[in-house]
T-cell receptor, first 113, second 115 residues
Framework: DVKVTQSSRYLVKRTGEKVFLECVQD?????MFWYRQDPGLGLRLIYF???????EKGDIPEGYSVSREKKERFSLILESASTNQTSMYLC????????????FGPGTRLTVL | AQTVTQSQPEMSVQEAETVTLSCTYD???????LFWYKQPPSRQMILVIR??????QNATENRFSVNFQKAAKSFSLKISDSQLGDTAMYFC????????????FGQGTRLTINP
């Protein structure tokens, strides 16, 4: 089974802190994605990566950056956390050569105080 | 840009009943994929069912089936013989057939199955 793991289920940070959210997948997938989930808004794409060191902006990249140094790991970085970044963050991975199904991690609920 | 709309924020039915969740989308593409994902309380999002736009036949997966109306840009999910384990958030999602495999999600429908 595909497994996507995220470094923390719950995280509490202070305004202005630099925050790292880590995601690891074990199925050698080329594509990895970061979404944020907010009530009434569904999931919105922040950034995605289709290869190591490659990244593309999604629909809401402002205030975020990403890093993909290894194929299995995709990090989301909040350079200076703000209260409006309090949300659930979901990581996903997929492989275009296998199917177009995205496999999701358990999510990280981030609270910025 | 593509948009996906789920107009039912919450639904509630009794166990064993049939329930239909609505989804509409907007796109100018002719070929694409549509998905229903399920997010149980405090558990990971999983794929329920997938439909390829070029296939006219509606997809089915056991108790789950879709009504895909391409001209109307409608993609509803029917859950038959609903079970307590079907309680979850359900998201409708769109993916274009070209380019990166990005999903565009609807707002979600919170479905509660009552005993």
């Amino acid at each position: 089974d595909v497994k996507v793991t995220q470094s923390s289920r719950y995280l509490v940070k202070r305004t202005g802190e630099k925050v790292f959210l880590e995601c690891v997948q074990d199925m050698d997938h080329e594509n990895m994605f970061w979404y944020r989930q907010d009530p009434g808004l569904g999931l919105r794409l922040i950034y995605f990566s289709y290869d190591v060191k490659m990244k593309e902006k999604g629909d809401i990249p402002e205030g975020y950056s990403v890093s993909r140094e290894k194929k299995e790991r995709f990090s989301l970085i909040l350079e200076s956390a703000s209260t409006n970044q309090t949300s659930m963050y979901l990581c996903a991975s997929s492989s275009p050569s296998l199917s177009n199904e995205q496999f999701f991690g358990p999510g990280t609920r981030l609270t910025v105080l | 840009a593509q948009t996906v709309t789920q107009s039912q924020p919450e639904m509630s039915v009794q166990e064993a009943e049939t329930v239909t969740l609505s989804c509409t989308y907007d796109t100018s593409e002719s070929n694409y994929y549509l998905f229903w994902y399920k997010q149980p309380p405090s558990r990971q999002m999983i794929l329920v069912i997938r439909q390829e736009a070029y296939k006219q036949q509606n997809a089915t997966e056991n108790r789950f089936s879709v009504n895909f109306q391409k001209a109307a840009k409608s993609f509803s999910l029917k859950i038959s013989d609903s079970q307590l384990g079907d309680t979850a958030m359900y998201f409708c999602a769109f993916m274009g057939a070209q380019g990166a495999q990005k999903l565009v999600f609807g707002q979600g429908t919170r479905l509660t199955i009552n005993p």
